[in-house]
């Protein structure tokens, strides 16, 4: 027969500790939260990982967006600042039917048609990198 290991009872500084990483967990999710709501500019369509336009989201539009074969497959409607996928030849309709974006990093995506349209912040930069 074996002794019975004796019970061990967590101690104020268990907790202590415990509570110091469940806190420092809570910081470093709070810091990595999307808070930077910042209005886009503009959205940027690509086709096939192709840049093929872009388009300011202040200015209501209508967008065609055509396949690798030249095709209407997509449109994308720009109205009050916002982008939304209205149309699409894809059996699924997940992008017709995801919000509308507005906001810098916002996505709409059609994976059948290879279509992405991300928000930006307008205006384009002529610089590609900073190094230091």
Same mark, same amino acid.
């Given at each position: 027969?074996?002794?019975?290991?004796?019970?061990?009872?967590?101690?104020?500084?268990?907790?202590?500790?415990?509570?110091?990483?469940?806190?420092?967990?809570?910081?470093?999710?709070?810091?990595?939260?999307?808070?930077?709501?910042?209005?886009?500019?503009?959205?940027?369509?690509?086709?096939?990982?192709? *840049? +093929?336009? =872009?388009?300011?989201?202040?200015?209501?539009? #209508?967008?065609?967006?055509?396949?690798? $074969?030249? @095709? &209407?497959?997509?449109?994308?409607?720009?109205?009050?600042?916002?982008?939304?996928?209205?149309?699409?030849?894809?059996?699924?309709?997940?992008?017709?039917?995801?919000?509308?974006?507005?906001?810098?990093? *916002? +996505?709409? =995506?059609?994976?059948?048609?290879?279509?992405? #349209?991300?928000?930006?912040?307008?205006? $384009?930069? @002529? &610089?590609?990198?900073?190094?230091?």
């Amino acid at each position: 027969m074996s002794e019975a290991e004796p019970r061990k009872h967590l101690k104020k500084q268990d907790f202590l500790l415990i509570g110091i990483l469940l806190g420092g967990i809570a910081v470093l999710f709070l810091l990595q939260a999307p808070w930077d709501k910042t209005a886009g500019g503009a959205a940027v369509i690509t086709v096939n990982g192709v *840049e +093929t336009g =872009v388009y300011p989201l202040d200015k209501d539009a #209508v967008i065609p967006i055509q396949n690798a $074969a030249g @095709e &209407v497959s997509n449109i994308l409607t720009i109205k009050d600042g916002a982008a939304k996928m209205t149309e699409a030849d894809c059996p699924d309709q997940y992008c017709v039917h995801q919000k509308k974006i507005r906001h810098k990093g *916002e +996505t709409i =995506v059609c994976l059948p048609n290879q279509v992405v #349209v991300t928000v930006t912040g307008g205006t $384009a930069s @002529e &610089v590609d990198a900073v190094v230091r």
